[in-house]
T-cell receptor, first 112, second 115 residues
Framework: GQQLNQSPQSMFIQEGEDVSMNCTSS?????WLWYKQEPGEGPVLLIA?????ELTSNGRLTAQFGITRKDSFLNISASIPSDVGIYFC????????????FGKGTKLTVNP | GAGVSQSPSNKVTEKGKDVELRCDPI?????LYWYRQSLGQGLEFLIY????????KSGLPSDRFSAERTGGSVSTLTIQRTQQEDSAVYLC?????????????FGSGTRLTVV
């Protein structure tokens, strides 16, 4: 099936540092979504992107829809302990089926 | 309801027993999805419902897995003759329509442990 390559797999950072993670695909996507999953919970939508080149912020989070439509990145600025969790990228491929394709996730650990 | 509700939240079962996992989607959401998340892994698609029909059940791992949805609302995922490799968190999600551009709303999942 369709694959999204998400990196890095895990990150260990100090509180206050900035974080960057990204997703790439061999196929064109027409929507990119970023989710966060905390322990014992389901993923929660953080940011949705709909147009190539689009840059969207949600508080300390910023995400971009790549110009080629085959990639997206998520940045977290000035990390805090509650940023801990697994971040997933997801998207709908152009002309694809009616289900989201998910990356394998980036596990973020923030040391106080 | 206000969110996607899944029950039970935790289930421990003996190998070989059957289990049923329930999902109650957001009212009015026509699309419903089941995913499986093994320890430390990403989200594995299982099956998708539009209304009561399942246009895509390509992710079901074997014929021991089945799902149904009734009344365009509640869905049940059934695993027969459970095996230890079935241990995982089973997540249900719903959306107002397929390819809903705001993605899915997920439940908190059912953690299944087969001993």
């Amino acid at each position: 099936g369709q694959q999204l390559n998400q990196s890095p797999q895990s990150m260990f950072i100090q509180e206050g540092e900035d974080v960057s993670m990204n997703c790439t695909s061999s196929s064109i996507f027409n929507t990119w979504l970023w989710y966060k999953q905390e322990p014992g919970e389901g993923p929660v939508l953080l940011i949705a992107l709909y147009k190539a080149g689009e840059l969207t912020s949600n508080g300390r989070l910023t995400a971009q829809f790549g110009i080629t439509r085959k990639d997206s990145f998520l940045n977290i600025s000035a990390s805090i302990p509650s940023d801990v969790g697994i971040y997933f990228c997801a998207g709908y491929t152009q002309g694809g089926s009616e289900k989201l394709v998910f990356g394998k996730g980036t596990k973020l650990t923030v040391n106080p | 309801g206000a969110g996607v509700s899944q029950s039970p939240s935790n289930k421990v079962t003996e190998k070989g027993k059957d289990v049923e996992l329930r999902c109650d989607p957001i009212s009015g959401h026509t699309a419903l999805y089941w995913y499986r998340q093994s320890l430390g892994q990403g989200l594995e698609f299982l099956i998708y419902f539009q209304g009561n029909s399942a246009p895509d059940k390509s992710g079901l791992p074997s014929d021991r897995f089945s799902a149904e949805r009734t009344g365009g609302s509640v869905s049940t995922l059934t695993i027969q003759r459970t095996q230890q490799e079935d241990s995982a968190v089973y997540l249900c999600a719903s959306s107002p329509s397929p390819t809903g551009r705001n993605g899915y709303t997920f439940g908190s999942g059912t953690r299944l442990t087969v001993v």
